[in-house]
């Protein structure tokens, strides 16, 4: 049963323009270093920073609540982003009951995109199901 809907779009110069910056630091700060494992470009580092923002909106909660390192983006082995969640982003899931965050990502020359679908474990009552 949907437990959360986030959706987040990011403009790819504001993030650069924050990577000019603070250079390497500036990934380390958002990005688990499990994350970090293999390079990525800049707009693809922007979309991943989308994807956590939008997956805090999905459980319910407002920036600087968890941790950027609490929720990981990952890949499938097919390509698919994957959210897995670590410490406080964790226990806020478990304490909302949610079993699943299905994710995704589209980018553009200049803005990103995520849309974060948080699930629970509760089965659909009778009233809620869709018919066809």
Known sequence: MLAGLGIDIARVERFKNGYERWGERFLERLFHVEERRRPLSLERWAGRFAAKEAVMKSLGVGLGSLSWHD???LRT?????QVTLHGRALGESR???IGH????LSHERDHVVAVAVAMSHAPVEEDQRCES
């Open 71 to 73: 929720i990981r983006i």
């Open 77 to 81: 082995g097919s390509g698919q982003p």
């Open 95 to 97: 304490r909302r009951g």
């Open 101 to 104: 965050i299905h994710l995704s």
